[in-house]
């Protein structure tokens, strides 16, 4: 194995991890964003712990790489986390396995398999919601009956709409608020900005609160979700989100660039323009332990 080459900024660096949003921040639609591909190559090349996030629970993790890898960017399924996988992991902590009925696709479908979820049409312990193309008047007729039967309704995130090669899709938001309007109950959701997901993507990567950053383009989800959990973030203006929006929220991201390609000397902007991290955002059980473990 290849000695790992030492820079000024590696000791700041290693203990610096990132959550990544994809849509607006490494690519728009089909089309990679202008320095995403070299902005990876210098995380791995660095060694620098990452994870993509997604609140598109249709496709598996496997095909989110796939995606990723034709598009140029080099990851593999371990730097994928999706809410569907979130959801999927979530539900199997609060009812082993439990049934569901599901309105989603095979990347849901998929995830709560994996964890031991059998899915039904009768009488499930819950029903969960994701993105779907295929939706149909019966399909949430039935949901409807089985909420007011006693199914607790899941989302794996409430994004209400989805953008697509022709525009925008109706989301996994628009379906839940369907849902709950017809039934009076309230959906319980996995996904960005759930500390559920926020938190769950920190541990993949073994990461404390103090040395996580999201990157995200979206205030509603991405930033949102990172200062409810106290980690770093930065706002990156080549998705949904425009400077002259920031007036509108009562909360803001630590550093705003106008691409990921600001990014690419990672271990300089570490160093210089991200602030300082708080370790009393860390949960450990002995201080003294972790910062020995971390000097």
């Keep these: 194995m290849t000695p790992r080459t030492l820079t000024k900024y590696t000791v700041l660096t290693m203990r610096t991890g990132l959550l990544i949003d994809m849509d607006g921040v490494i690519y728009r639609g089909s089309q990679?964003?202008?320095?995403?591909?070299?902005?990876?190559?210098?995380?791995?090349?660095?060694r620098?712990?990452?994870?993509?996030?997604?609140?598109?629970?249709?496709?598996?993790?496997r095909d989110v790489c796939m995606k990723l890898q034709r598009m140029g960017i080099d990851v593999e399924e371990r730097h994928i986390f999706t809410c569907a996988m979130a959801t999927a992991r979530f539900l199997a902590k609060l009812k082993p396995s439990g049934t569901a009925y599901v309105i989603g696709e095979g990347g849901l479908l998929q995830a709560l398999h994996l964890n031991g979820y059998s899915i039904v049409d009768h009488e499930p312990d819950f029903v969960v919601v994701g993105e779907g193309r295929t939706i149909t008047l019966d399909s949430l007729e039935l949901a409807v009956n089985m909420i007011l039967g006693g199914a607790k309704l899941i989302a794996t995130n409430l994004d209400p709409n989805c953008p697509t090669k022709g525009g925008t899709r109706p989301g996994a938001g628009a379906t839940v608020a369907y849902l709950e309007t017809v039934t009076g109950r309230k959906a319980f959701s996995v996904g960005k900005p759930s500390p559920i997901m926020m938190r769950a993507a920190r541990k993949e990567l073994h990461l404390a609160t103090s040395q996580t950053v999201m990157i995200g383009d979206t205030?509603?989800?991405?930033?949102?979700?990172?200062?409810?959990?106290?980690?770093?973030?930065?706002l990156t203006l080549t998705g949904s989100?425009?400077?002259?929006?920031?007036?509108?929220y009562a909360f803001g991201p630590d550093v705003i660039v106008e691409s990921i390609a600001e990014l690419c000397d990672i271990g300089r902007f570490i160093d210089r323009d991200l602030p300082k991290a708080n370790q009393d955002d860390d949960t450990v059980t002995n201080m003294a332990d972790w910062v020995a473990a971390n000097a």
């Design 32 to 46: 990679l964003i202008p320095g995403a591909a070299e902005f990876i190559q210098t995380l791995r090349r660095e």
């Design 241 to 248: 989100t425009r400077r002259e929006d920031l007036g509108k």
């Design 219 to 234: 205030m509603e989800t991405d930033i949102l979700g990172a200062v409810q959990l106290g980690f770093r973030s930065v």
């Design 48 to 61: 620098i712990p990452f994870i993509f996030l997604t609140n598109n629970s249709q496709r598996t993790r």
